[in-house]
């Protein structure tokens, strides 16, 4: 795992230079903050169907009986 960290940071370092660390900190940002981001949305339908089941419903986008 460091040969892969070392790889990534020489690389990145040559190919961007002196923007190599504002580049590293967006892309470790973009890996936490997009799973969250999906979590959230699955969170989000998942408490509109328990709400829709509590009211007697089949979902956010079907009207039931």
Do not use: C
């Amino acid at each position: 795992m460091d040969n892969f960290l070392n790889l990534i940071t020489t690389q990145g370092e040559a190919i961007f230079g002196s923007f190599w660390p504002m580049v590293w900190a967006l892309v470790r940002i973009v890996i936490i903050v997009l799973p969250m981001f999906g979590a959230v949305a699955y969170l989000t339908l998942w408490e509109r169907k328990l709400i829709g089941w509590m009211h007697i419903r089949l979902g956010p986008n079907r009207v039931g009986p």
